[in-house]
C-alpha cells in the first residue's frame, strides 16, 4: 500500500512538473521547432518571398555547393573557428588565474572591468572599435606609432589585417564571459592540492601546469563547445565593421546566408545553406557532447 502511495505520488510530480512546463514548450514548437521545419522545407522550394513556391527538389543544395561565394565564406569561418578559439581560451584562462590570485589587489575591480564589454550591444561594440581602427587618428595605430612602428594601417581596409582587428574586437567583447566560467571552476580546485604540491617545493608554474589545467578539463571542454559554436555563427560585428570587406575577405558563413535571404530573396538557397551550418554545427557538438562525457566519466 505504501509502495502504491508512493508511485502515485511521483506520477502527480511528473503531471505537475509537466504541466508547469507546457507554457513554454508550447511556446518553444511554435516560435523555434515549427520555423525549423518550415526553413528545412524551404529549402527544396524556388521562393522570392512575393511569387509562389516552386519545388526543385536538391537543385538549391547542387547550386550552392558550385557557387564560389559560399566556399570562401565557410572557409573563412572555418579558418576564424581554428585560429580564435584557441586565443580565446587562453586569455579567458589567463584573466581568471589574474584575478583570481590572492595577491592581485583589486580583484573584484577588475573583474567587472574585464566582464563589463560583454554586456554591450554588438553595435555598440562596432561603433567603438571602428573608430579605433581609424588609420590616423585611432587608438590603436597611435599605440603602435609609440613603440616605433608605422602605425597607419589600415585595419579594415586591408585583406590580411582584418581578421586580426576582428579577432582582437571579438576577444575584447566576449572573453571576460568566459573569464567567468573559469573563476567559477577555480573555486573548485581544492586547496590541500595546492598545499601539497607546496610542501612538495613545486613552484607557481608547476602548480598551474600540473594542478589547476588538470583540474579545469570541464570548463576547458564547456568554454572549447560554446566558442566554437559562437565562432561558427559569427556574423554581427563583422558586417557592421566590414560589411565583409574589402573585396569580400571577411565574408562570414552567417553573411553568405544574409545576402542570399534578405538582399537577393533567394530564401531556398538561403535556408540550404542555413541547414548545411545546422549540419555542421550539430555534428562539431555530438563530438564535443562526447568528449564531455568522457571525462566527466573519468
Do not use: C
Amino acid at each position: 500500500m505504501i509502495v502504491f502511495k508512493s508511485k502515485k505520488r511521483v506520477s502527480n510530480d511528473f503531471f505537475m512538473a509537466y504541466l508547469f512546463l507546457a507554457p513554454f514548450l508550447l511556446f518553444y514548437l511554435w516560435f523555434t521547432f515549427y520555423p525549423l521545419l518550415q526553413g528545412f522545407f524551404i529549402s527544396f522550394y524556388e521562393w522570392n518571398l512575393t511569387s509562389d513556391k516552386v519545388f526543385v527538389g536538391l537543385s538549391n543544395y547542387t547550386d550552392l555547393f558550385q557557387e564560389s561565394n559560399f566556399w570562401q565564406s565557410l572557409m573563412h569561418t572555418f579558418l576564424y573557428v581554428l585560429i580564435s578559439t584557441p586565443i580565446y581560451m587562453a586569455g579567458a584562462f589567463i584573466l581568471a588565474v589574474l584575478v583570481d590570485h590572492k595577491f592581485v589587489r583589486g580583484r573584484s575591480f577588475l573583474r567587472g572591468i574585464f566582464f563589463m564589454p560583454n554586456v554591450l550591444a554588438v553595435s555598440i561594440i562596432s561603433i567603438i572599435w571602428v573608430n579605433m581602427y581609424q588609420p590616423y587618428s585611432g587608438p590603436v595605430n597611435g599605440i603602435l606609432r609609440l613603440i616605433g612602428f608605422n602605425g597607419n594601417y589600415a585595419w579594415l581596409s586591408e585583406g590580411t589585417l582584418v581578421w586580426p582587428a576582428i579577432i582582437l574586437l571579438t576577444f575584447w567583447w566576449n572573453t571576460g564571459y568566459y573569464m567567468i566560467l573559469y573563476l567559477a571552476g577555480l573555486q573548485e580546485v581544492p586547496e590541500d592540492r595546492y598545499e601539497a604540491a607546496q610542501l612538495d617545493g613545486a613552484n607557481w608554474f608547476q602548480t598551474l601546469w600540473y594542478i589547476t589545467i588538470p583540474s579545469l578539463k570541464r570548463i576547458h571542454i564547456l568554454v572549447l563547445f560554446l566558442q566554437v559554436v559562437a565562432s561558427f555563427k559569427i556574423f554581427g560585428q563583422v558586417f557592421l565593421t566590414t560589411e565583409g570587406g574589402p573585396g569580400g575577405a571577411s565574408r562570414t558563413y552567417i553573411q553568405f546566408i544574409y545576402e542570399n535571404g534578405f538582399q537577393r530573396f533567394l530564401m531556398g538557397k538561403a535556408s540550404a545553406a542555413a541547414f548545411v551550418l545546422f549540419v555542421i554545427i550539430l555534428v562539431v557538438s555530438i563530438m564535443q557532447l562526447k568528449l564531455l562525457k568522457q571525462t566527466a566519466d573519468e
